[in-house]
């Protein structure tokens, strides 16, 4: 065996590895759980009425570059690769009755959704490209 087939051999059973658990699909799995659960209070701030309403907490999961950005905590909102120290994660994986569970009002997201977007950071929270979530109503 050369050196060269070592390697491929090495990668080849690398990649079948990592296909086992194949990272969600943005708009397939992450897309519909934030415009279900988030976008409406996590949108770009629009007038009602007279009034600007602006995205709560300062947050917006609109882009991809809001999302990982967070809001006036200050604390980065996703950290792409780490779940565990992204703030969105923490919020979803809260108790029910935390204070500072997200969503603040309804039932918790289920486990499989929180599941899902912990595998999403984790494999690097891709975004499609020019995808810009809007508020429902
Ligand atoms: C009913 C409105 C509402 C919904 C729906 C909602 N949020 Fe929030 N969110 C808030 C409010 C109000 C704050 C600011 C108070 C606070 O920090 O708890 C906030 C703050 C946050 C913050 C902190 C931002 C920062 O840096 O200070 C994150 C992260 C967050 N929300 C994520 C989410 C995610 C993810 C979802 C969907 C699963 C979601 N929110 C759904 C109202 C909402």
């Excluded at 491929?8 to 079948?16: C, D, M």
């Excluded at 943005?26 to 602006?54: M, S, V, W």
């Excluded at 969105?88 to 969503?103: A, C, F």
């Amino acid at each position: 065996m050369t050196i060269k087939s070592i390697i491929t051999s090495i990668l080849a059973v690398g990649f079948s590895a990592a296909g086992l658990n194949a990272a969600p699909d943005f708009n397939k799995d992450i897309l519909p759980i934030l415009q279900e659960n988030c976008i409406d209070c996590h949108a770009a701030p629009y007038k009602k009425g007279t009034r600007l309403r602006k995205p709560k907490g300062g947050y917006r999961v609109d882009t991809r570059e809001n999302i990982l950005k967070g809001g006036e905590s200050e604390e980065a909102g996703v950290i792409p690769g780490n779940a565990a120290k992204s703030q969105l994660y923490k919020r979803i994986t809260l108790e029910k009755d935390h204070d500072d569970i997200m969503p603040p009002k309804g039932d918790p997201l289920t486990p499989a959704q929180q599941k899902i977007i912990k595998d999403w950071i984790d494999a690097g929270a891709a975004w499609a490209p020019g995808v810009v979530l809007k508020r429902k109503g």
